[in-house]
């Protein structure tokens, strides 16, 4: 499984942004794909995912109501809609995958399930 992060970049408090995930090599059609990201001196966390068997999405509390995930099936992509940016937005933002399907659903919040990374992108908000 490969994953491609783009849509990284600065941007001002208040504003937006959207990154992007396109994944491929998948051999099953039950998977997740989900954003984590990492801050300076801080742990990596979960962010927002999205199952692509049902089309559950799941979003940390700090994102609720800020940030969309979407997906376009067909191309196996993943988009983070990011809405209202504020400075603590600011991190390394990683798009990982995982070919299995968790009876929890907060496993899917946790970096240590998944399988596969991206390199990462930076986000910088500015105040």
């Known amino acids: 499984v490969q994953l491609v992060e783009s849509g990284g970049g600065l941007v001002q408090a208040g504003g937006s942004l959207r990154l992007t995930c396109a994944a491929s090599?998948?051999?099953?059609?039950?998977?997740?794909i989900g954003w984590f990201r990492q801050a300076p001196g801080k742990e990596r966390v979960g962010v927002s995912c999205?199952?692509?068997?049902?089309?559950?999405?799941w979003y940390s509390n700090s994102v609720k109501g800020r940030f969309t995930i979407t997906s376009d099936n067909a191309k196996s992509t993943v988009y983070l809609q990011m809405t209202q940016v504020k400075p603590e937005d600011t991190a390394i933002y990683y798009c990982?995958?995982?070919?299995?399907?968790?009876?929890?659903?907060?496993?899917?919040?946790?970096?240590?399930?998944?399988?596969?990374w991206g390199q990462g992108l930076q986000v910088t908000v500015s105040s």
């Open positions: 990982a995958a995982v070919e299995s399907l968790s009876a929890i659903p907060a496993q899917y919040m946790r970096s240590a399930w998944y399988d596969y």
């Open positions: 090599g998948f051999t099953r059609d039950d998977y997740a």
């Open positions: 999205l199952s692509f068997s049902d089309g559950s999405t």
